[in-house]
């Protein structure tokens, strides 16, 4: 093997529970293993970054990776963390999200390698589909006890708390899970499962029925990795906007690389070894150089530039940096013409904007209007003409006097002008 899987996640702090023999097997040699990914939704984000990063690491150590999308286990939902039932989802709705998982995972995964451990895509509705209630009860049902799956936490939780309960649907999710790992196990000698740590107990019935299914001899292993969580004990992944998306049409790139910017101190240290591949020596000399001089941020720095490249690309990390810039650095007209209209939002986010009538700046728009009488965005008129007489004020970026009319050649994007007055403040005039 390439290198010590086991050890490799342990010091990046990747590992919350492991079976006994599994470190050995997977010194001993190239060992399958499989994730398998919930299609709750057409997209995944930064909290399924964990296991995607998790089978990249197998695949680098010289493993096979297998990552499996739900489609037959999404049809019922997870119950594992959840307090209440599941909304079941139609197979139209399943079919479009299991094909944007698909698409998201190929984006860190090659799976038309031709290489000996080449990554592996499956589908657990291929082989449930045509699997009978009768043979289900009587092949599966049959060979874990209901004592046993009443014993697991995700079951624990729910049967004894003051809600609904749970439903026999959500009750056999665990059955089927464990279904998944027999078959891999028979049909691609995969012989580990991975995931988040509230999976332990669906991954340890699977270990159960590879053995109870096959033979005794049956070897199956589990680890688990930590779910992640914030410093200050608030969801990790989760902003005011809503979830930090692997995907730039519902995230964008930008707003993507100011959340790991925005990481604390405690959160960049332990996120830096767990969303990176920075190499152990790396990650020591980054920490050292950040307890030196925190207010430079260089943790924070390179674990969004790395993040960011990883997911997006090298061009986008770029585009993000200029755009970063834009507020408060050296930036030029140019800069923000390469911009797109949700970037440019993004970055502009929180600051004053007015929307101004586009017949006002087809007819040309003098710096008064523009600054108070139409906007506001000085207390008043005589505020106004002391900036431009301070030659404090700028139109994209470009210094302007008190007869400067913005016009259509002002406009980025075709509706938008950006105002600054001095070096912190800033507005955007949006045109309707």
Known sequence: ??????????????????MPGTEEQLNKEMTTAYIGFDPTSDSLHIGSLVPIILLMHLYKSGHKPI????????????????????????????????AGIKRVLSRFLDFNSEENNAPILVNNYDWMKDFSFIDFARDVGKRITVNYMMAKDSVKKRVSSEGAGMSFTEFTYQLIQGY??????????????????????????????????????????????????????????????GNIWLDADKTSVYRFYQFWLNASDADAEKYIKIFTFLDKETVDALIAEHTETPHLRVLQKRLAEEVTTLV????????????TNILFGKSTAEDFKQLDEQTLLDVFEGVPQAEIERAD????????????????????????????????????????????????????????????????????????
Request: hydrophobic fraction near 35%; include cysteine.
């Open 312 to 323: 997006h690309s090298k061009e986008d990390l770029e585009n993000v940096k200029k755009a």
């Open 361 to 432: 700046i087809e007819a040309g728009m003098d710096m008064i209007a523009a600054l108070s009488a139409k906007t506001k965005f000085l207390a008043s008129n005589g505020d106004a003409r002391r900036a431009l007489k301070e030659n404090s004020v700028a139109v994209n970026k470009t210094k302007v006097k008190e007869d400067y009319k913005i016009t259509t050649a002002d406009l980025i994007n075709d509706k938008f002008v950006t105002i600054q007055r001095g070096k912190k403040k800033n507005f955007l005039l949006i045109v309707k």
């Open 67 to 98: 990552a499996l999308v739900g489609g037959a286990t999404g049809m019922i939902g997870d119950p594992s963390g959840k307090s209440d039932e599941r909304n079941l989802l139609t197979e139209d709705i399943l079919n479009h999200n299991v």
């Open 180 to 241: 998944d790992f027999y078959h891999l196990h028979k049909e691609h000698n995969c012989l580990l499962q991975m995931g988040g740590s509230d999976q332990w107990g669906n991954i340890t019935t699977g270990t159960e029925l590879v053995r109870r299914m096959n033979d005794e001899a049956s070897k199956a292993y589990a680890m688990t990795c930590p779910l992640i969580t914030k410093a200050d004990g608030s969801k990790f992944g989760k902003t005011a906007g």
């Open 1 to 18: 093997m390439n290198s010590n899987l086991v050890e490799e996640l342990r010091w990046r702090g990747m590992i919350h529970d492991i």
